[in-house]
């Protein structure tokens, strides 16, 4: 890859390693959150999230309304919903 194609890459043009499913005004999504950040930084790679707004898509709502937060692995589908630690939250991360 040339280095003006490295240049104009975004980094929202990585695909996520994570996808976050939350609400606004949800304190649980917030607490998992502050999990979330403190794991992937003592992780010793960039760990890449997708913060998805369940509110938005009435079928997410449907799935999630009262499971969430919940986190999604990309690569495989599997999930790991609240409640949950941060011990728990590494595992899944590093699986």
């Known amino acids: 890859m040339s280095e003006q194609a490295d240049a104009d890459q975004s980094p929202f ?3 996520a390693d994570l996808l976050f499913f939350t609400t606004l ?3 649980l999504c917030e607490e998992a ?3 979330l950040s403190a ?3 003592s992780q010793s790679f960039t760990l890449a999230v ?3 707004d369940i509110a938005d898509d009435e079928a997410l709502v449907e799935k999630y309304g009262i499971r969430i937060p ?3 692995r990309a690569r ?3 999930e790991l919903g609240w ?3 941060e011990e728990q939250l590494a595992r899944f991360i590093c699986q």
């Open 13 to 15: 043009d990585e695909p």
């Open 25 to 27: 005004g949800c304190h």
């Open 33 to 35: 959150e502050r999990m």
């Open 39 to 41: 794991v992937a930084s």
């Open 50 to 52: 997708d913060a998805i």
């Open 70 to 72: 919940v986190l999604k």
């Open 76 to 78: 495989d589908g599997e």
């Open 83 to 85: 409640p949950f630690g």
